[in-house]
Structure formats: C-alpha cells, structure tokens
C-alpha cells in the first residue's frame, strides 16, 4: 500500500500521505466508539430524564447541564492529565480519549432524544395509558418509534461533531490524524509545509463529514421535524 | 488522593494569570463573535439574496467550516497562511481571524435558516408594492426573524466560546495557556484543570447574562419574556 502511494506521488508525497490516511483510521475508531458509546449511556440518561421519577429528572438535568457547559479540551485535559495525577495511575490515551468522548456525546445526544420524546404529542402517552400500556410498554410501542424519526436527522448530524472533537485528543498523546499532521506539518520536509499539511487534513476530516452531513440533511427533508431551527454546533 | 486547590489560591502569581486568561479568552471570543457576525450576515445574505455565483461559493464556504474541525482552521490560519503570505502577526490577531473565520459559518447557517422562516407571501408582497430589494430585506425581512434568531446565536455563541481553549496551542495566553503553564509549575493537574472548568462555566454565564441585558434592551417591544 505504501509503495504505491509512493510509486505514484513521489517520495516525500506519497509517505505524507500514506501516513495521513493510516493515522485516520483512528480518528475513525475513537469516533465511532464515542458515538456507540455515548449512544449507550445517552439512552440511559434520556430514559431517566422521561421517567415519572422527581430525582432521575433532576440528576439527568444536571449531568447535561453539567456536561454541555463543561469544555470538551477541559474534559480530555481531566480524564488524560488530571485524574491520572489525582489517584497516581496510569491512564492510556486511548482511554482517556474514550471517556470524555463518550461523556461529551452522551450529554449531547441524550438532549436531542429528550427534545425527540418530548416533541411526540402528550395525547400519545394519554392514549397509550387509557388502553391500558405502563411506562415501558407505551415508551417501546408507541413514544420510541415516533421520536425516533425526530431524532434521527440530528443523531447523524452530532456524529460530525463527534468526529470534528476527536481532533482534540492528539492534545493528551492519541495518535490520530491530527497528531500525525501536525508531525509533518513541524518537520521541515518539503511538500509537508503548514500550508500545505493542514488543508490536506481538512479535506480528509471534510470526507469523514460531509457525507454525515448530506445525509443528516436528506433525513430532515424526508422526515424530519420541519422546525427550521439550527442546532448550535461546535469544535 | 488529596486535593490542594490551596496551592493554586494561595499564589498571587497563579491568581493573576488566571484574570489575565478569563480577560484575554473573553477578549478574543468577543472579537471574533462580532467580526464573524458581520461576515456571517454577508454570507447569508448572499444566499437569501441569490446573488450570482457568490451564493454558491458562500454555501460552499459554510459547508467546508462546519465540517472540519477549528483546530485544524487555528493551525493553518496561523502557521500556513503567514508563511505562505509572508506577513507577521501577535499570535492573538492569528487567533481572532481563525474565530472570526469558524464562527461566521456557524452564525450563517443560523442566519439563513431564520431568514427562511419569515412567510414567502410577505417577500411577495413587497415585491408587489415595488419595494426594492434591499428596502425588502432590511425592512421586512430582517426585523421578522431577528428576535426569533437572537436565542439561537446566544446559545451558539457559547457553545463557540467554549471551544476557544484550543487558541492556547497557537500561544495565545488565554485561559487554557494560563492553566497549562500552572499545571506545568504546581503538577495539581486535576484541581487546576477543575479550577479552568468553573472558569469557563461562569464566563460562559456572564456572557448569557450579557445577552440576556442585551435581548431586554434590543426587543423591548417583544414584552416580557
């Protein structure tokens, strides 16, 4: 693989290159383990926050709150420097990486779920409960599968979030894409100047993202709430 | 375990450069939200204008800022571009034109999507009684959608400002540079790390505040809200 990209693109061209697009498979793998992951406890936060419970909607409020004012480079500083410093362990960047990832999604997604199970009209969940469907029941048969066509647009528009954060973890040693450009882009090789490194990288994070974007957008015209209203969007 | 948030306090040194950091981070936010806003207006008002050609490429622009990360627009506006362009400048201004860049796309969208809402038979209508284009826009259909989009771009604007911490990379001596340079003196990585957090928190409160005195003043006539 890397003979060809260097029989095609020269010498110093075609490594640059080559080891741009290896090092991206793991801005690929962290992303997709934060949105997996982030999904996961998304679901748990979102499940609370709609329960009939005083104390989980006030605990589920607090962690989003919490989360979505905390800066996301705060959290990767935290979990890769800070605790690591506290307890006197030994945190790998991977793991690191995956924790406030994972935090930082699941405070994001599980606010677009609520707004999605919230957005299902209450005479739903009234006509659900007159025939007789408890909590679970109305939730898995009759909320879920409506909130889910609200939420699907900006589930996958959050994911080009998700992946536009993972830039960040190159800041606590996560070899990524970024770490590696940014390698390049100091060493004074030529044909990997700054101005040529880092539109490089933008164009390969716009690949990873711009298809998630299009498909967010052709969700939201298919079936999406018609609201008009952009989600602030970040990183 | 023990946490010594006494070490960083206690330092008049640290104290100070943690002010220098929330003022200097604030700072360069608040320059780079109003340039990105007057270049955010142009860009959506391009596209709701339909202006030849230049719709297309500003569609473009926006797209291309909204799906890669800022940090990766920071490192080329502040070591690509110079280098390329042979101009030298403090690291700050580096940063307020790569905010300034990242955030007009984000304002844009903003923009134009609130644009949209305002009903097509109003723009029909003044069309109708001959007004001419910029009469329609600036007095029909921006003062439709101004007050609806205000709360968007509030809570844009600090969804932004909490991702400025990567300006410390460039050697800006913002907020995150001065809590770095702490880290790097006391090793009270967690407690500084906590202490930056609030910080950035009750900025970001601050500014809502700010906005909120702001939106009071701006649409009175909107009433209590």
């Given at each position: 693989m890397k003979d060809l990209f260097i029989a095609l693109l020269g010498k110093p061209d075609g490594i640059i290159l080559f080891q741009l697009l290896e090092a991206t498979q793991y801005t690929i793998y962290l992303s997709l383990i934060a949105f997996l992951g982030g999904g996961l406890l998304a679901a748990l936060i979102t499940l609370v926050r709609i329960a009939p419970n005083t104390w989980g909607k006030r605990i589920s409020v607090s962690y989003i709150w919490l989360f979505q004012s905390t800066p996301l480079l705060m959290m990767l500083f935290l979990a890769g420097l800070g605790v690591p410093r506290l307890f006197d362990i030994d945190v790998n960047p991977w793991t690191a990486a995956i924790i406030s990832l994972v935090i930082y999604a699941s405070a994001y997604l599980s606010d677009v779920w609520r707004g999605a199970v919230e957005s299902v009209p209450v005479g739903q969940w009234e006509g659900a409960r007159a025939i007789g469907l408890g909590f679970l029941k109305t939730l898995r048969l009759v909320i879920l599968p409506q909130a889910f066509r609200i939420a699907l647009a900006p589930t996958v528009g959050f994911m080009v979030q998700i992946i536009k954060g993972t830039s960040l973890a190159y800041i606590i040693g996560f070899h990524d894409l970024m770490a590696i450009g940014k390698r390049w882009a100091n060493a004074?090789?030529?044909?990997?100047?700054p101005f040529i490194i880092f539109p490089l990288m933008a164009l390969i994070y716009f690949a990873l993202c711009y298809p998630l974007t299009l498909y967010s957008r052709h969700l939201e015209r298919s079936f999406?709430?018609?609201?008009?209203k952009v989600a602030p969007a970040a990183v | 375990m023990e946490l010594r948030f006494f070490e960083i306090y206690r330092n008049p040194e640290y104290l100070w450069l943690l002010a220098e950091g929330v003022t200097l981070s604030a700072l360069v936010t608040l320059a780079g939200a109003i340039l990105g806003f007057a270049m955010a207006a142009c860009l959506a008002v391009t596209r709701y204008e339909r202006i030849p050609v230049l719709h297309w490429i500003a569609a473009a622009y926006v797209d291309f800022i909204r799906n890669t990360p800022l940090i990766v627009q920071l490192f080329f506006v502040a070591f690509g571009l110079p280098q390329l362009l042979g101009y030298v400048w403090p690291f700050w201004a580096h940063a307020v034109l790569a905010l300034t860049l990242n955030f007009s796309a984000y304002f844009a969208e903003i923009l134009r999507a609130g644009f949209q809402t305002v009903d097509a038979g109003q723009h029909d209508a003044a069309r109708a009684l001959g007004l001419p284009r910029f009469v329609r826009f600036f007095k029909i259909v921006l003062p439709q959608s101004i007050a609806q989009m205000f709360a968007s771009l509030n809570s844009q604007f600090i969804f932004l400002f909490l991702t400025t911490g990567v300006i410390s990379e460039i050697g800006v001596r913002d907020l995150t540079f001065a809590g770095l340079y702490i880290d790097s003196r006391t090793f009270r990585s967690f407690e500084v790390f906590i202490t930056l957090t609030v910080l950035y928190i009750l900025v970001s409160l601050a500014f809502k505040g700010l906005m909120r005195l702001v939106e009071k003043r701006a649409f009175r006539w909107k009433g209590a809200r």
């Amino acid at each position: 693989m890397k003979d060809l990209f260097i029989a095609l693109l020269g010498k110093p061209d075609g490594i640059i290159l080559f080891q741009l697009l290896e090092a991206t498979q793991y801005t690929i793998y962290l992303s997709l383990i934060a949105f997996l992951g982030g999904g996961l406890l998304a679901a748990l936060i979102t499940l609370v926050r709609i329960a009939p419970n005083t104390w989980g909607k006030r605990i589920s409020v607090s962690y989003i709150w919490l989360f979505q004012s905390t800066p996301l480079l705060m959290m990767l500083f935290l979990a890769g420097l800070g605790v690591p410093r506290l307890f006197d362990i030994d945190v790998n960047p991977w793991t690191a990486a995956i924790i406030s990832l994972v935090i930082y999604a699941s405070a994001y997604l599980s606010d677009v779920w609520r707004g999605a199970v919230e957005s299902v009209p209450v005479g739903q969940w009234e006509g659900a409960r007159a025939i007789g469907l408890g909590f679970l029941k109305t939730l898995r048969l009759v909320i879920l599968p409506q909130a889910f066509r609200i939420a699907l647009a900006p589930t996958v528009g959050f994911m080009v979030q998700i992946i536009k954060g993972t830039s960040l973890a190159y800041i606590i040693g996560f070899h990524d894409l970024m770490a590696i450009g940014k390698r390049w882009a100091n060493a004074p090789v030529e044909g990997s100047e700054p101005f040529i490194i880092f539109p490089l990288m933008a164009l390969i994070y716009f690949a990873l993202c711009y298809p998630l974007t299009l498909y967010s957008r052709h969700l939201e015209r298919s079936f999406g709430a018609n609201t008009n209203k952009v989600a602030p969007a970040a990183v | 375990m023990e946490l010594r948030f006494f070490e960083i306090y206690r330092n008049p040194e640290y104290l100070w450069l943690l002010a220098e950091g929330v003022t200097l981070s604030a700072l360069v936010t608040l320059a780079g939200a109003i340039l990105g806003f007057a270049m955010a207006a142009c860009l959506a008002v391009t596209r709701y204008e339909r202006i030849p050609v230049l719709h297309w490429i500003a569609a473009a622009y926006v797209d291309f800022i909204r799906n890669t990360p800022l940090i990766v627009q920071l490192f080329f506006v502040a070591f690509g571009l110079p280098q390329l362009l042979g101009y030298v400048w403090p690291f700050w201004a580096h940063a307020v034109l790569a905010l300034t860049l990242n955030f007009s796309a984000y304002f844009a969208e903003i923009l134009r999507a609130g644009f949209q809402t305002v009903d097509a038979g109003q723009h029909d209508a003044a069309r109708a009684l001959g007004l001419p284009r910029f009469v329609r826009f600036f007095k029909i259909v921006l003062p439709q959608s101004i007050a609806q989009m205000f709360a968007s771009l509030n809570s844009q604007f600090i969804f932004l400002f909490l991702t400025t911490g990567v300006i410390s990379e460039i050697g800006v001596r913002d907020l995150t540079f001065a809590g770095l340079y702490i880290d790097s003196r006391t090793f009270r990585s967690f407690e500084v790390f906590i202490t930056l957090t609030v910080l950035y928190i009750l900025v970001s409160l601050a500014f809502k505040g700010l906005m909120r005195l702001v939106e009071k003043r701006a649409f009175r006539w909107k009433g209590a809200r």
